[in-house]
């Protein structure tokens, strides 16, 4: 009867241990959460949440383009991960933007920076389509994304005009994902 209990625990406990190992791979997309990234952790915690990586801050001598809010991180060796945008210019603040560079982030679904139109359009109800002037965005409010997709990607009538409206059946299947945004709105 011990041998039993035993077993039972011991099976409790590794699955116990999967899921928890689960929930905090550093490569998984989920509402409010990129990896050990959440929309409540504070820029002053950026160290510890990325503490086997690099952080830079963005700074840009032109007095025009103001990007100083912009954090990059990168992993150790010098590949870019992501691009952290932070909702003020403050250590308290918390992060509004993230560009998702490495491909190893992915959605439940398998959706990353290196995926392709039909794997939104397969996975994902498409909130709206925006027509600027040199891409295709594509909003998916259920993950809190955007998406860019190059107008080159796009058929000709599309690609010296944002007065067309895109619909999702105009987009090729094969379009690949020019920049995969998430937005943490503060609402």
């Not at 929930?23 to 086997?52: E, Q, Y």
């Not at 952290?84 to 250590?91: Q, V």
Request: hydrophobic share 35%.
């Amino acid at each position: 009867m011990i041998k039993r209990i035993f077993q039972i625990c011991s099976i409790a406990l590794v699955m116990y241990s999967c899921q928890e190992e689960q929930k905090n791979d550093p490569f998984t997309i989920s509402h409010n959460r990129i990896g050990l990234l959440t929309n409540t952790t504070l820029i002053k915690k950026l160290d510890s949440v990325f503490a086997n990586d690099s952080i830079v801050k963005r700074t840009n001598d032109n007095q025009f383009l103001n990007q100083s809010n912009e954090i990059e991180v990168y992993e150790k060796g010098g590949k870019k991960l992501l691009i952290l945008e932070a909702r003020k210019e403050t250590t308290s603040s918390t992060i509004e933007n993230i560009q998702i560079i490495d491909p190893r982030y992915k959605t439940s679904s398998g959706l990353s920076s290196g995926s392709v139109f039909k794997d939104i359009k397969d996975h994902y109800q498409i909130s709206k389509i925006n027509n600027t002037l040199s891409t295709a965005v594509i909003f998916v409010d259920s993950i809190q994304a955007y998406f860019t997709i190059d107008k080159k990607e796009l058929p000709n009538k599309f690609k010296s005009t944002t007065s067309i409206e895109i619909k999702d059946t105009d987009i090729p299947d094969s379009a690949k994902i020019k920049h995969f945004w998430i937005n943490w709105d503060a609402k």
